[in-house]
């Protein structure tokens, strides 16, 4: 099975303290600490244990500019086959149906029987991944946290719904799924790993490789202008209630009765 992952370096929110620029027109990046985006290391972890059960290889991509490069590095060294960087400067300022339509090119020079994605990166708009399947017209799933496979034609997936419920799909492939959190455990990349893909040829894709008319993607294309960030103001802390549990309950009940919420 040939899988296609995708792949995004964003800031590491566990080592940097994320501050709006004194503009608000970004984030303050000079001295930010980057890594792979989280979902889409499940995504990886996901593709590997795929290939090694039913054989094939494993491609990831991403889309960014030259650091992008060590996101892709270092999922070669968690067990992916292949990478590919697209970069080009007209990419700048790219919407999510841009993106997806720029993997969409990279797909199309392929031949791909599944492509995954995280279910969201450092944005939180989750939409890459449905635009990607829509633009190539193949079936799509969202919050995929169990996967497996029937034969070549078709796999399970297990998608998580509200009310911590659960629901599960027979899908055609060739398909796009958005992968959730906690689908597996992704397995540790260590030092060995990362020389072993150091010297690794690394293709780079821009818009004239891709076939992409500069215009339709970048600030030009953009549908949606990030035009504003801010902090939100803090609202009043919370109210802890103490004692037994009966006088909890008896203290929220006086609480709610206050608030106009029960009579």
């Not at 290889?57 to 992008?68: C, E, H, L, W, Y």
């Amino acid at each position: 099975m040939e899988i296609l992952v995708c792949v995004k370096r964003v800031p590491d929110t566990s080592e940097n303290e994320i501050e709006v620029n004194s503009d608000g027109t970004d984030i303050e990046r000079g001295d930010l600490v980057y890594s792979v985006n989280e979902w889409d290391n499940y995504a990886v972890e996901e593709a590997i244990q795929i290939r090694d059960k039913i054989g094939g290889s494993i491609t990831v991509v991403s889309v960014g500019d030259d650091d992008a490069e060590e996101v892709i590095r270092r999922e070669m060294a968690m067990g992916a086959d292949r990478g590919i960087l697209l970069s080009d400067k007209v990419f700048e300022g790219a919407d999510g149906r841009a993106i997806a339509s720029i993997i969409k090119a990279e797909v199309d020079k392929g031949k791909y029987d599944l492509i995954l994605t995280g279910a969201q990166a450092d944005d939180g708009a989750g939409q890459v991944g449905g635009m990607l399947a829509a633009m190539l017209d193949w079936p799509y799933a969202s919050l995929v946290n169990y996967l497996e496979v029937i034969d070549n034609q078709k796999i399970k997936v297990g998608r998580e719904i509200e009310g911590g419920n659960q629901e599960i799909h027979e899908i055609n492939l060739p398909c796009v799924l958005s992968i959730q959190t906690g689908i597996n455990e992704p397995r540790y990349v260590g030092i060995r790993g990362i020389r072993k893909v150091a010297s690794a040829e690394l293709p780079i894709h821009g818009a004239k490789e891709l076939g992409i008319s500069p215009e339709a993607v970048g600030h030009t294309g953009a549908k949606v202008q990030k035009v504003d960030y801010f902090v939100p103001d803090l609202g009043e802390g919370a109210e802890i209630l103490e004692g037994s549990t009966d006088e909890i309950v008896e203290q929220l009940v006086e609480l709610l009765k206050s608030k106009g919420g029960i009579k």
